[in-house]
């Protein structure tokens, strides 16, 4: 095992890898720029560097800053959290290149599966089940005879990058190719790579996700799915686990199928391979991300597993306790809290939060770096908490996360807990029947979303 880490992030996500760090013994070390120099992450930190100012392309996203920080304070390993360099390669390289460990897939593994098109075809050749489209980045004719061919409504997706960016719905032949040329410019200026693929759209549509944790010894663990439906922007809200769409028989095929995939290309460490199901409950591989997801807490909490401390214990070399299939456990719910403003179009809504009180109870946990009187910075993700609740089936989960988030208080700023009890008092939540379209479907319905 590492005695000393680096923890490559900020917020919750630093909180939470210091948290687990230290209940495996080892030294957590924090960065931080300097907005976030009082935050609740450097103070629980053994050690903390500051590694430049407010932005996060001067201080988070600095390679050398954060290989500095490591080299400086004696760590073995880094890290990377979600989001910021946690599926960047060249991060991952120089890691290596400087003898630390990235807590996370080689760089080979993260090119090889960071590219959407080079993904697809090594879930073709694993079996997985993919969305029908192009099947690598295509110019614009091949993707109109494609498009033609498969049939309309169709999706422009950027090859690199995520998060919404170079993604395109054309709904007609007409709008093709305005949209190819709206999508390429914004991937090139979001990942610095215009390239682009098609993919039918599959509507209505399920968003699933499988977890898996693979050792170096070639171990695989399945870890079962979540459901992440509940979007804004192609950003998840709401998550649950078991999925209320999945079938036995669907679940067994994707977590198999999937467990092919890992040991075809090698994974090691954390990933989720997600999927949308169609209207009869087909599924279609989408993307893998090379890192933890926001939403791990829901598969801890019906598995019983630790996805963080399984992280260090591969990274170090540890083989995997189970392999296969993890068992499961009652039912998870976790709901995303955002410094956002519903009524505005979710629009961040940095400020400082003048009262936190998190719900207590059985059954309840809250991943949150939010204490009274904290700044919320503009300058990051604008995630804030995130409450988790686990219960015997789907219904008692259901009232425990409604009372959780009635217990909640967050005083100061705009927040999206309002529009999540909406959510969970709706009759098409509870129903189980929603799908990717349910914030458009159910605007009308949701008060929280209406201008004030």
Sequence with gaps: MFSRVLVANRGEIAVRVIRA?????????????TADRDA????????????????????????????????????????????????????????????????????????????????????????????????????????????????????????????????????????????????????????????????????????????????AQGGVLTLGERECSIQRRHQKLVEESPSPALSPETREELEASVARACALVGYRGAGTFEFLLGPEGE?????????????????????????????????????????????RHGHAIEVRINAEDPTRGFVPAPGVIERFRPPLGAGVRVDTAVEDGMEIPPYYDSLIAKVIVRDDDRPAALRRAVRALEELVVDGIPTTRGLALDILRSDAFASGAYSTGYLDEMEEHLPSLRPA
Excluded: W
């Excluded at 080892?26 to 720029?33: L, P």
């Excluded at 890192?291 to 598969?299: D, F, I, K, S």
């Design 283 to 327: 599924p279609y591989f989408i993307e893998v991300n090379c890192r933890l997801q926001v939403e791990h807490p829901v598969t801890e909490l019906v598995t019983g597993v630790d996805l963080v401390r399984e992280q260090v214990r591969i990274a170090a070399g540890g083989p995997l306790a189970l392999v296969g299939r993890a068992p």
């Design 21 to 33: 760090l230290h209940e495996l013994g080892v030294e957590a070390v924090g960065v931080f720029s």
């Design 40 to 215: 609740l992450h450097v103070r629980l930190a053994d050690q903390a560097v500051c590694i430049g100012p407010p932005s996060s392309a001067e201080s988070y996203l600095r390679i050398p800053n954060l290989i500095a920080a490591a080299g400086t304070t004696g760590c073995e390993a880094v890290h990377p959290g979600y989001g910021f360099l946690s599926e960047n390669p060249a991060f991952a390289r120089a890691c290596s290149e400087n003898d630390l460990v990235f807590v996370g897939p080689s760089p080979d593994v993260m090119e090889r599966l960071g590219d959407k098109a080079s993904a697809k075809a090594e879930m073709r050749a694993a079996g997985v089940p993919l969305v029908p489209g192009t099947a690598e980045a295509a110019s614009l004719e091949t993707i109109r005879s494609v498009a033609d061919e498969i049939g309309y409504p169709v999706m422009l997706k950027a090859t690199a990058g995520g998060g919404g960016k170079g993604m395109r719905l054309v709904d007609y032949p007409s709008g093709l190719d305005d949209a190819f040329s709206a999508a390429r410019a914004e991937a090139e200026a979001a990942f610095g790579d215009g390239s682009l693929y098609l993919e039918k759209v599959v509507a209505p549509a399920r968003h699933v996700e499988i977890q898996v944790l693979c050792d």
